[in-house]
């Protein structure tokens, strides 16, 4: 459904001047500066996946999400979205694809949410009786009844983020892109959209790219990540294989009777029992616990890697 | 096709009725300026019947009253949304739909000026009554003018728009275009009266359109052929512009840059 090879974006832009003159000298100058947000990414997505695609800040994926859009032209590399090249065939990819941002939003911000859902349904062409229908499920799984005629601006970002989500959802499209969905949201909030999400892939097998920092929205949906850091790929895999090859050890965390606390890493292979024979010999023991990798150790100890 | 822009125009109308508090002061800082105009040629004429040109003060308020009503409801939203956007990065949403970036700013500027017609029109009779209007003797001349004036409105509106990719920044040009094309359309002073090569400027550039010309037709300060000859050059100013945009937009898409991340 979504293959990409070798894609690459460099970003141009004017160097910046300091000191007095910097701001005229910047205005006036024909240097340009560089930047690779996006470098020699490839991989396959097939039809029906959920796929978390991760990266701390900067890391590029938003700029990917912007090609595989079409709105962004790569400056080398392939993608091709349902075997159509996104910005070649905007139109037509358009149609196909429906993008949330959690950063920012499609609905008219002085209007009433059903303002912006009417027009979406406008601006795809949905037929009355089908825009009819798919507003009522939205409604349904995203409970938006309550708010529809209330302006954009007065909606709680957890509101605001299901009208976007409905917004994106409305004329059916087969993939779904979803760029930092739960930012910001409560507990709550994130619960519902994580549930949207997993109810519009399990009933309508939308493929569903979802960039996020949030990693309990990864284990909650995805089955498989895609991990990049300064514009290339990391891992490309399931998760639990991630935990399995990237996982930090173990570790035994000790509570001294005089409170301190102490941790002590497991090394593979060590019975535990011998562990804890060892730490209570040489210290008085009031509690202790057994911590297991995380899968934010895990890609916390790779992007680590990456670094160095 | 028509369906998105329909909802595009509907959303642009909605737009404007958004903030209540704005239409009154729409309302209210028009017929004000409507009333100043009034006081200020009024003073100027005393003890005059016509001014040089053979404009009497009559023709002259109801040329002005015209003209201001004209640039009110015609003046360009888009500049501000596009720079609104540009800078949100919302434009990623305007640039992601099927329908084309330029059709939907054009779909919002004109509902956008259906609902400040809607709008205003509490405020015409009191214009027309304060300007002295009577009907035209050209009503088919000044609608076609003033139509063809307004398409030119819209287009040279979306220039700036398709600016803002490469600029990221169109308040300052927004605002300079604001002041320079209301001065050249002549909403304050008629373009007859401009000296020199202040008149030979303000007749070559495509603003007067967007006031002058109409108005002119419709109190009869132009009239016949000088109305068809003013038709043919708008139509003439409409293709160029066309071309333009098509130009500048085909180079516009590979510089787009969708703010944040």
Redesign the interface.
């Known amino acids: 459904m979504i293959r990409v090879e070798s894609l690459t974006k460099v970003?141009r832009r004017p160097h910046t001047f300091s000191g007095p003159l910097g701001p005229l000298r910047t205005l006036l100058t024909r240097r340009y500066d560089e930047r690779t947000a996006v470098d020699g990414v490839s991989f396959e997505i097939s039809a029906g996946e959920i796929v978390g695609y991760l990266g701390p800040?900067?890391a590029g994926?938003?700029t990917t999400v912007?090609m595989l859009?079409?709105?962004?032209?790569p400056t080398s590399g392939l993608i091709e979205v349902d075997g159509r090249v996104p910005w070649r065939d905007?139109?037509?990819n358009?149609?196909a694809?429906g993008?949330v941002?959690g950063?920012?939003?499609?609905l008219?911000w002085?209007?009433p949410l059903i303002?912006?859902l009417?027009?979406v349904?406008?601006?795809?062409?949905v037929p009355a009786a089908r825009f009819a229908g798919s507003l009522r499920r939205m409604c349904d799984l995203l409970g938006l009844d309550d708010f529809l005629q209330t302006?954009v601006r007065q909606l709680s970002l957890g509101q605001r983020m299901r009208g976007d989500l409905a917004a994106a959802m409305l004329y059916d499209p087969p993939i779904l892109y979803l760029?930092e969905p739960t930012v910001g949201l409560d507990v709550m909030a994130k619960q519902a959209v994580r549930e949207f999400i997993a109810e519009t892939n399990r009933l309508g097998r939308t493929t569903v790219v979802l960039t996020t920092h949030d990693l309990a929205d990864v284990e909650a949906l995805c089955e498989r990540i895609i991990l990049i850091d300064k514009g290339r790929v990391l891992y490309d895999g399931g998760i639990d294989d991630l935990v399995t090859a990237y996982a930090p050890p173990r570790r035994l965390v000790v509570e001294l009777a005089d409170d301190e606390t102490r941790t002590f890493e497991i090394a593979a292979g060590r019975p535990i029992p011998e562990l804890i024979a060892q730490v209570a010999a040489e210290h008085p023991i009031r509690d202790l616990s057994i911590r297991e990798p995380d899968l934010e150790g895990v890609i916390t100890r790779i992007y680590a890697e990456s670094e160095r | 096709m028509i369906?998105?822009l329909?909802?595009?125009a509907?959303?642009g109308m909605?737009?404007q009725f958004?903030?209540r508090s704005d239409v009154i002061m729409s309302v209210v800082a028009l017929v004000a300026q409507v009333f100043l105009l009034r006081m200020v040629w009024t003073s100027l004429y005393s003890g005059r019947e016509s001014d040089p040109r053979g404009l009497t003060l009559e023709a002259l308020l109801a040329y002005l009253s015209l003209a201001n009503l004209q640039a009110f409801v015609t003046t360009p939203i888009i500049p501000m949304i596009a720079h609104f956007r540009i800078r949100?990065?919302?434009v990623?949403?305007d640039?992601?739909?099927?329908?084309g970036y330029l059709p939907?700013m054009a779909a919002f500027q004109a509902g956008h000026t259906a609902g400040g017609l809607l709008m205003l029109a509490p405020a015409i009779p009191v214009v027309l009554l304060v300007g002295t209007i009577t009907p035209t003797e050209h009503p088919i001349g000044y609608a076609a003018t003033l139509a063809l004036g307004y398409v030119i409105s819209v287009m040279m509106s979306l220039l700036i728009c398709v600016i803002g990719f490469w600029t990221l920044e169109t308040g300052a040009i927004s605002l300079l275009y604001r002041l320079v094309s209301h001065f050249f359309a002549g909403t304050m002073v008629p373009l007859s009266f401009f000296p020199g090569a202040l008149g030979v400027l303000a007749d070559a550039l495509p603003f007067k359109y967007m006031g002058y010309v109409p108005a002119a037709v419709y109190v009869g300060q132009l009239s016949g052929g000088q109305i068809g000859r003013a038709v043919a050059v708008e139509i003439g100013w409409i293709a160029a512009l066309a071309g333009v945009l098509w130009a500048i937009w085909r180079r516009a898409?590979?510089k787009?840059?969708?703010q944040?991340?």
Do not use: C
């Open positions: 970003f800040n900067g994926k938003s912007k859009t079409g709105i962004l032209t905007r139109e037509a358009a149609r694809v993008v941002f950063q920012r939003s499609q008219w002085d209007l303002d912006s009417r027009l349904g406008d601006l795809y062409d302006p760029d | 369906r998105p329909a909802g595009m509907r959303v909605r737009f958004a903030y949100t990065g919302t990623f949403f640039l992601s739909r099927p329908t939907q898409h590979h787009v840059v969708i944040g991340g």
